[in-house]
């Protein structure tokens, strides 16, 4: 009886089944993109997925979850700093550390699904994993913003998209899901109530009257029917030209804009962080970073200080 429990005890820390990463990356892509993630992070696995290709080799098809271990983890970690994309130019390292994020995630989702005991993953040294460099996000000004509002578009959808985007925060891929069900009224105002894609969290926020009017005439339906993202791209690229905006700007550069321009106005960094519905006050922070006329007052600021102090002790030592 008494090994019978120790048996019992050993079976329950086994994994619940044998799977092959191959059949479980399969089924992992379709689940996050029928359920949570959406086509940005389906892209993100399937580059990832890739990669490990290149990094096993011909041992990626025999390569069963539960053999995955802290060495493998770590070779894949090593390859990535060190990879090429199919041009043979060297992979970002932003691309790699995000490759390993999806890789690190998957893993953990494979503990949830019975497939590890743990994830190797997590036990890799912070000096091991592709690092992710300082980027500095590009974004637009007020001015900047206004100028594109007053410039002809090419396409009238992507222009009230791109700007309603700007006075909310919106990512893309909730911007594209948005129906008119989930624009409530309230009051002498309008709200909006959604389910945001990305983390599937709930996320609701007042509609500033500008923001309203990008949201165009009511049809039921899809409020923003947007082309491909390729093809948003180039309109995108074409229209902040003809507005005289030489940035690279991306229909993520809207999220950006709203979030440092709020910051700008004085807002504090927690209120825009519920704003944008992040779930860690540091991912907000790194806005903080880009807003330099907030840093050029700050300075000026100390310098009026002192000058009054200077000239109040000046006054002192006079008499």
Same mark, same amino acid.
């Given at each position: 009886?008494?090994?019978?429990?120790?048996?019992?005890?050993?079976?329950?820390? =086994?994994?619940?089944?044998?799977?092959? =990463?191959?059949?479980?990356?399969?089924?992992?892509? %379709?689940?996050?993109?029928?359920?949570?993630?959406?086509?940005?992070?389906?892209?993100?696995?399937?580059?990832?997925?890739?990669? /490990?290709?290149?990094? =096993?080799?011909?041992?990626?098809? $025999?390569?069963?979850?539960?053999? #995955?271990?802290?060495?493998?983890?770590?070779?894949? &970690?090593?390859?990535?700093?060190?990879?090429?994309?199919?041009?043979?130019?060297?992979? +970002?390292?932003?691309?790699?550390?995000?490759?390993?994020?999806?890789?690190?995630?998957?893993?953990?989702?494979?503990?949830?699904?019975?497939?590890?005991?743990?994830?190797?993953?997590?036990?890799?040294?912070?000096?091991?994993?592709?690092?992710?460099?300082?980027? $500095?996000?590009?974004?637009?000004?007020?001015?900047?913003?206004?100028?594109?509002?007053?410039?002809?578009?090419?396409?009238?959808? *992507?222009?009230?998209?791109?700007?309603?985007?700007? /006075?909310?925060?919106?990512?893309?891929?909730?911007?594209?899901?948005?129906?008119?069900?989930?624009?409530?009224?309230?009051?002498?105002?309008?709200?909006?109530? #959604?389910?945001?894609?990305? $983390?599937?969290?709930?996320?609701?926020?007042?509609? +500033? %009257?500008?923001?309203?009017?990008?949201?165009?005439?009511?049809?039921?339906?899809?409020?923003?029917?947007?082309? %491909?993202?390729?093809? =948003?791209?180039?309109?995108?690229?074409?229209?902040?030209?003809?507005?005289?905006?030489?940035?690279? *700007? $991306?229909?993520?550069?809207?999220?950006?804009?709203?979030?440092?321009?709020?910051?700008?106005?004085?807002?504090?960094?927690?209120?825009? +962080?519920?704003?944008?519905?992040?779930?860690?006050?540091?991912?907000?922070?790194?806005?903080?970073?880009?807003?330099?006329?907030?840093?050029? &007052?700050?300075?000026? %600021?100390? +310098?009026?200080?002192?000058?009054?102090?200077?000239?109040?002790?000046?006054? *002192?030592?006079?008499?």
């Amino acid at each position: 009886m008494e090994n019978k429990g120790i048996f019992a005890r050993l079976k329950a820390l =086994l994994p619940k089944r044998r799977t092959r =990463l191959s059949e479980y990356l399969k089924e992992y892509r %379709s689940r996050n993109l029928a359920e949570r993630r959406g086509n940005s992070f389906d892209s993100m696995v399937g580059n990832m997925e890739h990669h /490990l290709r290149q990094c =096993l080799g011909p041992d990626f098809a $025999t390569l069963a979850v539960s053999n #995955i271990d802290t060495a493998l983890c770590k070779r894949f &970690a090593c390859y990535l700093k060190r990879a090429v994309k199919n041009t043979g130019e060297p992979l +970002s390292l932003v691309s790699a550390h995000h490759y390993f994020s999806a890789f690190r995630t998957m893993l953990s989702d494979a503990v949830a699904d019975g497939l590890l005991r743990d994830n190797p993953a997590l036990r890799l040294r912070k000096q091991e994993i592709p690092k992710r460099p300082m980027v $500095t996000k590009t974004y637009l000004d007020a001015a900047e913003v206004a100028q594109l509002a007053l410039t002809p578009c090419p396409s009238a959808v *992507v222009k009230r998209a791109f700007m309603f985007s700007c /006075l909310t925060g919106l990512r893309l891929s909730d911007i594209r899901r948005l129906r008119w069900r989930d624009i409530l009224r309230e009051g002498d105002g309008w709200r909006f109530s #959604i389910i945001m894609q990305k $983390t599937q969290e709930p996320m609701q926020s007042k509609l +500033s %009257s500008e923001a309203c009017r990008w949201l165009g005439d009511s049809t039921g339906g899809t409020i923003f029917p947007l082309p %491909s993202n390729s093809t =948003l791209g180039r309109i995108l690229r074409q229209w902040a030209t003809e507005a005289g905006i030489m940035k690279h *700007v $991306t229909f993520h550069t809207a999220r950006h804009s709203y979030a440092t321009m709020a910051l700008s106005s004085g807002n504090d960094i927690y209120t825009i +962080s519920k704003l944008l519905g992040h779930r860690n006050i540091n991912t907000t922070a790194v806005y903080a970073a880009v807003v330099d006329t907030q840093r050029d &007052a700050a300075v000026d %600021s100390v +310098s009026h200080l002192f000058r009054q102090q200077l000239e109040k002790q000046k006054q *002192v030592h006079d008499t």
